[in-house]
């Protein structure tokens, strides 16, 4: 058993887990959220990201989860969505601008509404921090990982901690209900918050 899979086994139910690597170890990502889903074979995934195309985001979860999601839907912007041609099972939302986490939230809502049991993933903290103060991210991420447990949902996030200071993983940390993190040679730690 790899260092990924002992680290993944031991969250359990976790709602909520950030998965911090540098952007270096990002290949691992896909190995990341199969591990996550437990097993799930058929599954709803809600995205957000600002980097990748609709369609090579919807292809990179058709690997994941074999086949593909039962449901998609990616959150992104104008940029990436009107330059791109996703698949038809993949519903599209856009916001106006990675700093729009307002617009974020409210493109999720009916989806956590609808769906039961769905699969959230933020691909990139990263990039949301290069729009967005770290105090308005943490509210953000606070209101969205809330209401992941809320509706029992599982929430994956991915985030380069080589990318921000200290204070700010740290304080994002304190959020999750569990953190995976890389710490090179390809092996991973796992820390559970209590409760």
């Not at 976790?14 to 170890?25: E, F, G, S, W």
């Not at 199969?34 to 369609?55: A, H, K, Q």
């Amino acid at each position: 058993m790899s260092s990924l899979e002992q680290a993944v086994e031991r969250i359990g139910d976790a709602n909520a887990v950030l998965v911090l690597r540098p952007r270096t170890a990002a290949a691992a990502d896909g190995r990341c959220k199969r591990l996550l889903l437990n097993g799930r074979d058929e599954v709803d995934v809600l995205g957000v990201d600002f980097s990748t195309p609709p369609s090579g985001w919807y292809d990179e979860w058709a690997e994941v989860v074999d086949g593909g999601p039962a449901n998609a839907a990616l959150i992104t912007t104008p940029d990436l969505a009107d330059a791109d041609d996703p698949a038809e099972a993949l519903s599209v939302e856009t916001v106006a601008s990675p700093s729009n986490l307002t617009g974020v939230g409210v493109k999720f809502t009916p989806y956590l509404n609808e769906w039961n049991d769905p699969v959230v993933t933020v691909e990139s903290l990263t990039v949301l921090l290069q729009y967005a103060d770290p105090q308005i991210v943490y509210r953000f991420l606070h209101v969205l990982t809330s209401r992941l447990r809320a509706a029992d949902a599982c929430g994956q996030f991915f985030f380069d901690s080589t990318a921000q200071d200290d204070q700010t993983v740290e304080l994002l940390k304190t959020l999750f209900d569990a953190v995976l993190e890389y710490e090179g040679d390809d092996e991973w730690t796992v820390s559970c918050r209590a409760g």
